[in-house]
């Protein structure tokens, strides 16, 4: 499963980098790119046999950047957002990769 974890973020990075080719505001491209970078080296760091530290990483990563990508889809105060249609499949692959990197933890125990 650690596998298909750090394949599943490096396909993640390079939807990251790709997006960026649509003509972002320099901030967002800058923040798509460190999202990249950190999406590349968690999946380095599976691939390389990285352990329940890493998937603590990625459960945190990803289940920050999930957060911050559903305050797109839905606010409080404004209901669904305008680009809420384009960013739910990427909300939900998010919380695909936070719960894919919690079960292992789940199963292992709860020691770090």
């Known amino acids: 499963m650690r596998k298909l974890l750090a394949y599943l973020l490096l396909l993640l990075a390079t939807g990251y980098v790709g997006i960026n080719f ?8 800058a923040e798509n790119l460190a ?3 950190t999406y590349a080296a968690l999946s380095a760091a599976l691939l ?4 329940r530290k890493i998937l603590g990483v990625v459960l945190l990563v990803a289940s920050f950047n999930a957060g911050r ?13 305008g680009l809420a ?4 499949p990427l909300l939900l692959y998010l919380v695909a990769v936070s719960i894919l990197a919690l079960i292992p933890l789940v199963r292992e125990g709860s020691s770090f």
């Open 69 to 81: 990508v559903s305050r797109t889809v839905w606010s409080p105060v404004t209901g669904f957002g």
């Open 22 to 29: 649509v003509g972002l505001p320099p901030l967002l491209v």
């Open 48 to 51: 390389r046999g990285g352990g």
């Open 85 to 88: 249609v384009e960013h739910i």
């Open 35 to 37: 999202l990249a970078a």
